[in-house]
Protein backbone atom coordinates (compact mmCIF):
# COMPACT_ATOMS: atom_id res chain seq x y z
CA UNK A 1 0.00 0.00 0.00
CA UNK A 2 1.78 3.06 -1.12
CA UNK A 3 2.27 6.06 1.85
CA UNK A 4 3.46 8.87 2.35
CA UNK A 5 3.45 11.94 -0.49
CA UNK A 6 2.97 11.65 -3.96
CA UNK A 7 6.18 12.13 -5.99
CA UNK A 8 4.38 14.89 -8.46
CA UNK A 9 1.61 16.75 -8.02
CA UNK A 10 -0.26 17.77 -10.88
CA UNK A 11 -1.18 21.23 -12.17
CA UNK A 12 -4.59 20.67 -11.91
CA UNK A 13 -6.22 23.22 -9.48
CA UNK A 14 -8.06 20.45 -7.17
CA UNK A 15 -6.98 20.07 -3.83
CA UNK A 16 -5.42 17.26 -2.53
CA UNK A 17 -8.66 15.84 -0.81
CA UNK A 18 -10.63 16.52 -3.95
CA UNK A 19 -8.16 14.61 -5.86
CA UNK A 20 -8.12 11.90 -3.78
CA UNK A 21 -12.12 11.32 -3.56
CA UNK A 22 -11.83 11.10 -7.23
CA UNK A 23 -13.94 8.03 -8.82
CA UNK A 24 -11.87 5.38 -9.82
CA UNK A 25 -11.63 3.62 -12.79
CA UNK A 26 -9.87 -0.04 -11.91
CA UNK A 27 -8.46 -3.06 -14.14
CA UNK A 28 -7.30 -5.89 -13.33
CA UNK A 29 -5.84 -8.05 -15.69
CA UNK A 30 -3.06 -10.81 -16.52
CA UNK A 31 -3.12 -13.93 -17.05
CA UNK A 32 -2.30 -14.91 -12.83
CA UNK A 33 -4.73 -15.50 -10.48
CA UNK A 34 -6.52 -12.75 -8.00
CA UNK A 35 -7.70 -10.52 -10.53
CA UNK A 36 -11.13 -11.21 -9.64
CA UNK A 37 -10.60 -11.88 -5.80
CA UNK A 38 -8.95 -8.89 -5.48
CA UNK A 39 -12.13 -7.11 -7.01
CA UNK A 40 -13.83 -8.87 -4.33
CA UNK A 41 -11.47 -7.38 -1.60
CA UNK A 42 -11.85 -4.26 -2.56
CA UNK A 43 -15.90 -4.55 -2.13
CA UNK A 44 -15.31 -5.46 1.29
CA UNK A 45 -13.69 -2.12 1.76
CA UNK A 46 -16.79 -0.29 -0.27
CA UNK A 47 -19.01 -2.73 2.06
CA UNK A 48 -17.53 -0.69 5.25
CA UNK A 49 -17.83 2.61 3.65
CA UNK A 50 -21.37 2.13 3.15
CA UNK A 51 -21.50 2.51 -0.66
CA UNK A 52 -23.50 0.35 -2.89
CA UNK A 53 -22.40 -2.49 -4.85
CA UNK A 54 -23.46 -3.57 -8.07
CA UNK A 55 -21.51 -7.41 -9.53
CA UNK A 56 -21.85 -7.95 -12.76
CA UNK A 57 -20.38 -11.47 -14.01
CA UNK A 58 -19.83 -11.99 -17.47
CA UNK A 59 -18.66 -14.75 -18.17
CA UNK A 60 -20.58 -17.83 -17.27
CA UNK A 61 -18.87 -20.44 -15.69
CA UNK A 62 -20.99 -23.91 -13.43
CA UNK A 63 -18.87 -22.63 -10.59
CA UNK A 64 -19.78 -18.95 -10.42
CA UNK A 65 -18.01 -17.11 -7.89
CA UNK A 66 -20.19 -18.92 -5.05
CA UNK A 67 -17.96 -18.45 -2.16
CA UNK A 68 -17.94 -14.28 -2.80
CA UNK A 69 -21.32 -14.18 -3.66
CA UNK A 70 -22.88 -15.68 -0.88
CA UNK A 71 -20.47 -13.79 1.28
CA UNK A 72 -21.31 -10.36 -0.05
CA UNK A 73 -24.65 -11.34 -0.28
CA UNK A 74 -24.51 -12.15 3.17
CA UNK A 75 -22.93 -8.38 3.94
CA UNK A 76 -25.22 -6.81 2.38
CA UNK A 77 -28.55 -8.37 3.94
CA UNK A 78 -26.47 -7.67 7.25
CA UNK A 79 -27.87 -4.36 8.00
CA UNK A 80 -24.38 -3.03 8.56
CA UNK A 81 -21.78 -1.16 5.39
CA UNK A 82 -23.77 -1.20 2.19
CA UNK A 83 -26.33 -3.08 0.05
CA UNK A 84 -25.14 -5.46 -2.11
CA UNK A 85 -26.80 -7.01 -5.56
CA UNK A 86 -25.15 -9.28 -7.80
CA UNK A 87 -26.13 -10.34 -11.23
CA UNK A 88 -24.92 -12.71 -13.30
CA UNK A 89 -24.56 -13.12 -17.39
CA UNK A 90 -27.38 -14.64 -18.83
CA UNK A 91 -30.55 -16.09 -16.58
CA UNK A 92 -28.76 -14.21 -13.91
CA UNK A 93 -29.62 -10.66 -15.77
CA UNK A 94 -32.85 -10.82 -13.76
CA UNK A 95 -34.88 -8.09 -15.18
CA UNK A 96 -35.01 -9.56 -18.36
CA UNK A 97 -37.70 -12.25 -19.28
CA UNK A 98 -37.60 -14.60 -21.88
CA UNK A 99 -38.87 -17.87 -21.84
CA UNK A 100 -37.89 -20.10 -25.00
CA UNK A 101 -35.33 -17.84 -26.03
CA UNK A 102 -31.96 -19.56 -27.80
CA UNK A 103 -29.02 -18.54 -25.61
CA UNK A 104 -27.23 -16.43 -26.94
CA UNK A 105 -23.83 -15.21 -24.92
CA UNK A 106 -23.18 -11.60 -27.08
CA UNK A 107 -26.77 -10.34 -26.61
CA UNK A 108 -26.90 -11.52 -22.69
CA UNK A 109 -23.33 -9.37 -22.70
CA UNK A 110 -24.89 -6.41 -24.25
CA UNK A 111 -27.93 -6.27 -21.95
CA UNK A 112 -25.53 -6.63 -19.45
CA UNK A 113 -23.49 -3.70 -20.55
CA UNK A 114 -26.67 -1.63 -21.49
CA UNK A 115 -28.39 -2.28 -17.83
CA UNK A 116 -24.60 -0.92 -16.43
CA UNK A 117 -24.77 1.93 -18.37
CA UNK A 118 -28.55 2.69 -17.10
CA UNK A 119 -26.70 2.01 -13.42
CA UNK A 120 -23.80 4.29 -13.85
CA UNK A 121 -26.43 7.38 -15.21
CA UNK A 122 -28.76 7.03 -12.56
CA UNK A 123 -25.57 6.52 -9.83
CA UNK A 124 -26.76 3.51 -8.91
CA UNK A 125 -23.99 2.16 -6.98
CA UNK A 126 -20.74 3.44 -5.66
CA UNK A 127 -18.75 0.33 -6.85
CA UNK A 128 -19.44 -1.70 -10.09
CA UNK A 129 -17.64 -4.76 -9.97
CA UNK A 130 -17.38 -5.89 -13.83
CA UNK A 131 -16.16 -9.13 -13.29
CA UNK A 132 -14.52 -10.75 -16.48
CA UNK A 133 -15.79 -7.84 -18.35
CA UNK A 134 -12.97 -7.90 -20.80
CA UNK A 135 -13.70 -10.91 -22.46
CA UNK A 136 -16.61 -9.74 -24.05
CA UNK A 137 -15.27 -6.56 -25.40
CA UNK A 138 -12.47 -9.16 -26.65
CA UNK A 139 -14.90 -10.97 -28.32
CA UNK A 140 -15.77 -8.23 -29.64
CA UNK A 141 -19.55 -8.27 -28.28
CA UNK A 142 -18.98 -4.53 -26.49
CA UNK A 143 -17.70 -1.65 -28.33
CA UNK A 144 -14.72 -0.61 -26.08
CA UNK A 145 -14.88 2.68 -27.27
CA UNK A 146 -18.21 3.10 -25.66
CA UNK A 147 -17.39 1.42 -22.33
CA UNK A 148 -14.50 3.63 -22.50
CA UNK A 149 -15.95 7.23 -23.34
CA UNK A 150 -19.28 5.79 -20.73
CA UNK A 151 -16.80 5.23 -18.09
CA UNK A 152 -15.20 8.36 -18.54
CA UNK A 153 -18.43 10.45 -18.64
CA UNK A 154 -20.12 8.76 -15.68
CA UNK A 155 -21.21 11.26 -12.97
CA UNK A 156 -20.73 11.61 -9.51
CA UNK A 157 -18.52 9.68 -7.57
CA UNK A 158 -18.36 6.25 -8.77
CA UNK A 159 -15.80 3.21 -8.84
CA UNK A 160 -15.58 0.91 -11.60
CA UNK A 161 -13.23 -2.65 -11.46
CA UNK A 162 -12.97 -4.39 -14.61
CA UNK A 163 -11.49 -7.80 -14.42
CA UNK A 164 -10.04 -10.31 -16.76
CA UNK A 165 -7.39 -11.35 -19.23
CA UNK A 166 -6.23 -9.44 -22.04
CA UNK A 167 -7.42 -5.73 -21.48
CA UNK A 168 -7.60 -3.64 -24.43
CA UNK A 169 -4.72 -1.23 -24.12
CA UNK A 170 -7.96 1.66 -24.33
CA UNK A 171 -9.27 0.42 -21.40
CA UNK A 172 -5.56 0.72 -19.88
CA UNK A 173 -5.28 3.83 -21.24
CA UNK A 174 -8.36 5.28 -19.55
CA UNK A 175 -7.88 3.36 -16.11
CA UNK A 176 -6.43 5.20 -13.12
CA UNK A 177 -5.16 1.91 -11.78
CA UNK A 178 -4.51 -1.00 -13.80
CA UNK A 179 -2.11 -4.10 -11.97
CA UNK A 180 -1.38 -7.16 -13.99
CA UNK A 181 -1.34 -10.75 -12.23
CA UNK A 182 1.68 -12.64 -13.40
CA UNK A 183 1.67 -16.17 -12.50
CA UNK A 184 4.81 -17.03 -11.21
CA UNK A 185 3.85 -20.82 -10.28
CA UNK A 186 0.42 -23.21 -10.50
CA UNK A 187 -0.79 -25.86 -9.15
CA UNK A 188 -2.68 -26.69 -12.61
CA UNK A 189 1.07 -27.37 -13.26
CA UNK A 190 1.65 -30.29 -11.26
CA UNK A 191 -1.19 -31.68 -12.45
CA UNK A 192 -3.70 -30.35 -9.47
CA UNK A 193 -6.73 -29.65 -10.18
CA UNK A 194 -8.62 -26.49 -8.66
CA UNK A 195 -10.77 -27.14 -5.42
CA UNK A 196 -13.61 -26.07 -3.53
CA UNK A 197 -12.89 -23.00 -1.36
CA UNK A 198 -9.81 -21.96 -3.03
CA UNK A 199 -10.93 -21.36 -6.91
CA UNK A 200 -14.26 -21.24 -5.88
CA UNK B 1 -9.58 -19.42 -13.66
CA UNK B 2 -8.19 -22.44 -14.91
CA UNK B 3 -10.79 -24.83 -16.10
CA UNK B 4 -10.54 -28.51 -17.97
CA UNK B 5 -7.78 -31.06 -17.61
CA UNK B 6 -4.38 -30.34 -16.23
CA UNK B 7 -1.38 -30.70 -18.78
CA UNK B 8 0.47 -33.32 -16.61
CA UNK B 9 -0.50 -35.57 -14.35
CA UNK B 10 2.14 -36.48 -11.75
CA UNK B 11 2.77 -39.80 -11.31
CA UNK B 12 2.70 -39.24 -7.08
CA UNK B 13 0.19 -42.14 -6.57
CA UNK B 14 -2.94 -39.63 -5.27
CA UNK B 15 -6.09 -39.84 -7.45
CA UNK B 16 -7.35 -36.71 -8.89
CA UNK B 17 -9.63 -36.20 -6.02
CA UNK B 18 -6.67 -36.33 -3.15
CA UNK B 19 -4.71 -33.86 -5.58
CA UNK B 20 -7.32 -31.36 -5.60
CA UNK B 21 -7.76 -31.63 -1.84
CA UNK B 22 -4.15 -31.00 -0.97
CA UNK B 23 -3.80 -27.97 1.19
CA UNK B 24 -2.03 -25.28 -0.23
CA UNK B 25 0.77 -22.93 0.39
CA UNK B 26 -0.13 -19.71 -1.88
CA UNK B 27 1.88 -16.63 -2.13
CA UNK B 28 0.48 -12.98 -3.65
CA UNK B 29 4.09 -10.89 -4.12
CA UNK B 30 5.12 -7.96 -6.54
CA UNK B 31 5.13 -4.52 -6.37
CA UNK B 32 1.54 -4.31 -7.80
CA UNK B 33 -1.66 -3.77 -5.71
CA UNK B 34 -4.52 -6.51 -4.90
CA UNK B 35 -1.99 -8.93 -2.63
CA UNK B 36 -3.93 -8.87 0.64
CA UNK B 37 -6.94 -7.67 -1.38
CA UNK B 38 -6.90 -10.69 -3.35
CA UNK B 39 -5.76 -13.01 -0.16
CA UNK B 40 -9.19 -11.35 1.70
CA UNK B 41 -11.15 -12.31 -1.23
CA UNK B 42 -10.08 -15.64 -1.04
CA UNK B 43 -11.32 -15.78 2.68
CA UNK B 44 -14.84 -15.22 1.21
CA UNK B 45 -14.42 -18.57 -0.38
CA UNK B 46 -12.81 -20.43 2.80
CA UNK B 47 -15.71 -18.90 4.88
CA UNK B 48 -18.73 -20.11 2.69
CA UNK B 49 -16.66 -23.33 2.82
CA UNK B 50 -17.06 -23.42 6.67
CA UNK B 51 -13.45 -23.22 7.11
CA UNK B 52 -11.94 -21.22 10.08
CA UNK B 53 -9.93 -18.23 9.24
CA UNK B 54 -7.22 -16.81 10.81
CA UNK B 55 -5.84 -13.92 9.82
CA UNK B 56 -2.62 -12.49 11.47
CA UNK B 57 -1.37 -8.74 10.32
CA UNK B 58 2.35 -8.20 10.41
CA UNK B 59 3.19 -4.59 9.27
CA UNK B 60 1.86 -2.09 11.50
CA UNK B 61 -0.28 0.34 10.15
CA UNK B 62 -2.50 3.41 10.85
CA UNK B 63 -5.13 2.12 8.78
CA UNK B 64 -4.75 -1.62 8.92
CA UNK B 65 -7.51 -2.69 6.76
CA UNK B 66 -10.27 -1.68 8.06
CA UNK B 67 -12.63 -2.71 5.54
CA UNK B 68 -11.87 -6.06 5.23
CA UNK B 69 -11.58 -6.71 9.16
CA UNK B 70 -15.17 -5.33 9.55
CA UNK B 71 -16.37 -7.38 6.66
CA UNK B 72 -14.89 -10.83 7.81
CA UNK B 73 -15.71 -10.20 11.38
CA UNK B 74 -18.91 -9.27 10.85
CA UNK B 75 -19.34 -12.76 8.27
CA UNK B 76 -17.29 -14.70 11.31
CA UNK B 77 -20.34 -13.66 13.58
CA UNK B 78 -22.68 -14.12 10.99
CA UNK B 79 -24.11 -17.48 12.20
CA UNK B 80 -23.43 -18.90 9.11
CA UNK B 81 -20.12 -19.91 7.09
CA UNK B 82 -16.97 -20.16 9.58
CA UNK B 83 -15.77 -18.18 12.36
CA UNK B 84 -13.14 -15.67 11.87
CA UNK B 85 -10.11 -14.75 14.32
CA UNK B 86 -8.51 -11.53 13.45
CA UNK B 87 -4.98 -10.18 14.75
CA UNK B 88 -2.81 -7.05 14.28
CA UNK B 89 0.51 -7.53 15.23
CA UNK B 90 1.76 -5.57 18.57
CA UNK B 91 -1.21 -4.60 20.69
CA UNK B 92 -3.40 -6.79 18.29
CA UNK B 93 -1.77 -10.01 19.55
CA UNK B 94 -4.35 -10.49 22.31
CA UNK B 95 -3.07 -13.01 23.81
CA UNK B 96 0.21 -10.95 25.26
CA UNK B 97 -0.15 -8.77 27.74
CA UNK B 98 2.68 -6.83 28.02
CA UNK B 99 1.65 -3.11 30.19
CA UNK B 100 4.53 -0.52 29.60
CA UNK B 101 6.98 -2.72 27.67
CA UNK B 102 8.75 -0.70 25.22
CA UNK B 103 7.69 -1.66 21.36
CA UNK B 104 9.92 -4.15 20.18
CA UNK B 105 8.43 -4.82 16.29
CA UNK B 106 11.08 -7.56 15.88
CA UNK B 107 10.08 -9.38 19.24
CA UNK B 108 6.12 -8.81 18.00
CA UNK B 109 7.10 -10.67 14.81
CA UNK B 110 8.33 -13.09 16.52
CA UNK B 111 6.01 -13.88 19.02
CA UNK B 112 2.92 -13.92 15.93
CA UNK B 113 4.95 -16.58 14.28
CA UNK B 114 4.99 -18.37 17.49
CA UNK B 115 1.02 -18.44 17.85
CA UNK B 116 1.02 -19.14 14.25
CA UNK B 117 3.37 -21.97 14.89
CA UNK B 118 1.54 -23.33 17.55
CA UNK B 119 -2.39 -22.79 15.73
CA UNK B 120 -1.10 -24.82 12.83
CA UNK B 121 0.27 -27.27 15.30
CA UNK B 122 -3.47 -27.96 16.49
CA UNK B 123 -5.23 -27.38 13.12
CA UNK B 124 -6.67 -24.75 14.19
CA UNK B 125 -7.47 -23.03 10.97
CA UNK B 126 -9.00 -23.92 7.50
CA UNK B 127 -7.14 -20.78 5.90
CA UNK B 128 -4.71 -18.75 7.39
CA UNK B 129 -3.77 -15.14 6.15
CA UNK B 130 -0.57 -14.19 7.01
CA UNK B 131 -0.83 -10.36 5.78
CA UNK B 132 2.75 -8.98 4.93
CA UNK B 133 4.37 -11.65 6.92
CA UNK B 134 6.84 -11.54 3.79
CA UNK B 135 8.63 -8.61 5.27
CA UNK B 136 9.30 -9.92 8.74
CA UNK B 137 11.50 -12.12 6.55
CA UNK B 138 13.05 -10.05 5.10
CA UNK B 139 14.20 -7.73 7.75
CA UNK B 140 15.83 -11.00 9.57
CA UNK B 141 12.93 -10.75 12.39
CA UNK B 142 11.91 -14.22 11.22
CA UNK B 143 13.90 -16.88 9.81
CA UNK B 144 12.60 -18.19 6.30
CA UNK B 145 13.68 -21.88 6.83
CA UNK B 146 12.10 -21.89 10.07
CA UNK B 147 9.04 -21.05 7.75
CA UNK B 148 9.21 -23.16 5.13
CA UNK B 149 10.36 -26.16 7.07
CA UNK B 150 7.01 -25.36 9.38
CA UNK B 151 4.66 -25.13 6.83
CA UNK B 152 5.82 -28.10 5.18
CA UNK B 153 5.19 -29.96 8.08
CA UNK B 154 1.73 -28.65 8.46
CA UNK B 155 -0.54 -31.39 9.37
CA UNK B 156 -3.86 -32.17 8.25
CA UNK B 157 -5.77 -30.10 5.30
CA UNK B 158 -4.74 -25.83 6.35
CA UNK B 159 -4.15 -23.57 3.62
CA UNK B 160 -2.05 -20.79 4.36
CA UNK B 161 -1.87 -17.40 2.20
CA UNK B 162 1.06 -15.09 2.44
CA UNK B 163 1.31 -12.04 1.03
CA UNK B 164 4.08 -9.17 0.54
CA UNK B 165 6.05 -7.77 -1.52
CA UNK B 166 9.48 -9.25 -2.19
CA UNK B 167 8.78 -12.21 -1.01
CA UNK B 168 12.05 -15.36 -0.47
CA UNK B 169 12.83 -17.39 -3.31
CA UNK B 170 13.20 -20.18 -0.55
CA UNK B 171 9.53 -19.24 0.51
CA UNK B 172 8.47 -19.19 -3.73
CA UNK B 173 9.96 -22.10 -3.95
CA UNK B 174 7.68 -24.00 -1.17
CA UNK B 175 5.01 -22.34 -2.27
CA UNK B 176 1.84 -24.42 -4.40
CA UNK B 177 0.63 -21.01 -6.02
CA UNK B 178 2.31 -17.70 -6.36
CA UNK B 179 1.14 -14.73 -8.28
CA UNK B 180 3.22 -11.84 -8.81
CA UNK B 181 1.32 -8.25 -8.82
CA UNK B 182 2.75 -5.88 -10.82
CA UNK B 183 1.77 -2.20 -11.44
CA UNK B 184 0.67 -1.23 -14.45
CA UNK B 185 -0.67 2.33 -13.76
CA UNK B 186 -1.40 3.65 -10.42
CA UNK B 187 -2.90 7.30 -9.03
CA UNK B 188 -0.12 8.16 -6.92
CA UNK B 189 1.72 8.35 -10.39
CA UNK B 190 -0.31 11.21 -11.19
CA UNK B 191 -0.48 12.90 -7.60
CA UNK B 192 -3.60 11.11 -6.52
CA UNK B 193 -2.66 9.92 -2.52
CA UNK B 194 -4.55 7.01 -1.40
CA UNK B 195 -8.78 7.12 -0.64
CA UNK B 196 -10.58 5.67 1.61
CA UNK B 197 -12.80 2.75 0.77
CA UNK B 198 -9.95 2.17 -2.02
CA UNK B 199 -6.92 1.54 0.05
CA UNK B 200 -8.39 0.58 3.13
Do not use: C
Not at 3 to 9: D, S
Amino acid sequence: MPQGNPENVPEDGLTTRQRRTQPLLIVHTGPGKGKSTAAFGLALRAWNQGWPIGVFQFVKSAKWRIGEEKALLALGASGEGAPVDWFKMGEGWSWIQRPGREADHAADAREGWDRIKADLAAEKYGLYVLDEFTYPMKWGWIDVDDVVATLAARPGRQHVVITGRDADPRLIGAADLVTEMTKVKHPMDRGQKGQRGIEW
